[in-house]
């Protein structure tokens, strides 16, 4: 079955430690994204990459980094320079390139940062 | 910059109501319009897509019209169901863009 798998589904850390969220993707596609979604609210868009060994910021990229080496993986380090972590992380992947090409998403790992 | 803004909520109906969600969206060209489903502690699932003017999704008895007269992809249901509850996302894609924005969210809770 294809998919996207995110783990930990939960993940607790003391302030000061820097966090790494796992996304791996079998669709063989091109772009991954990750969005973090606070309480109540929509999502907000951190990094995305298009293709390996390359990815851009996204509104809110301050505090978090990422990595793209396979086309499979796509890992979000939380670093300690991040103000407030404690969210739902979501990761998603697309086809790209012309219309139609909907994200696909995985089940989300909530950090929980005290 | 493209942008979607849905309607507020949260939206509470009794189980068998007629459902509508607002969703207007602002972008340049033809973008790519999305519904989307969220329940409890998950990640969103797709539930319709539109890709042109006119085109018309549909999925689990949920439709939405793709209006580019009036940039807007209404949500509507005929008769929602308890497991119909969840907050829904309306999205969309610019075309040649990789990028999608997503609106605020909808909760709808559906009492029996």
């Known amino acids: 079955d294809g998919g996207i798998t995110q783990s930990p589904k939960y993940l607790f850390r003391k302030e000061g430690q820097n966090v790494t969220l796992s996304c791996e993707q079998n669709?063989?596609?091109?772009?991954m994204y990750w969005y973090r979604q606070d309480p109540g609210q929509g999502l907000r868009l951190i990094y995305y990459s298009q293709i390996v060994n390359d990815f851009q910021k996204g509104d809110i990229a301050e505090g978090y980094s990422v990595s793209r080496e396979k086309k499979e993986s796509f890992p979000l380090t939380v670093t300690s320079a991040q103000k407030n972590p404690t969210a739902f992380y979501l990761c998603?992947?697309?086809?790209?390139?012309?219309?139609?090409?909907?994200?696909?998403f995985g089940p989300g790992t909530r950090l929980t940062v005290t | 910059g493209d942008s979607v803004t849905q309607m507020e909520g949260p939206v509470t109906l009794s189980e068998e109501a007629f459902l509508t969600i607002n969703c207007t969206y602002t972008?340049?060209?033809?973008?790519?319009l999305f519904w989307y489903v969220q329940y409890p502690g998950e990640g969103l699932q797709l539930l319709l897509k539109a890709t042109k003017a006119d085109d018309k999704g549909s999925n689990k008895g949920f439709e939405a019209t793709y209006r580019k007269e009036t940039t807007s992809f209404h949500l509507e249901k005929g008769s929602v169901q308890v497991s119909d509850s969840a907050v829904y996302f309306c999205?969309?894609?610019?075309?040649?863009?990789?990028?999608?924005?997503f609106g605020a969210g909808t909760r709808l809770t559906v009492k029996p």
């Open positions: 999205a969309l894609r610019g075309y040649n863009n990789n990028d999608m924005r």
């Open positions: 669709l063989n596609h091109d772009a």
């Open positions: 972008a340049t060209g033809y973008p790519s």
């Open positions: 998603a992947s697309s086809g790209t390139g012309g219309l139609g090409y909907e994200q696909y």
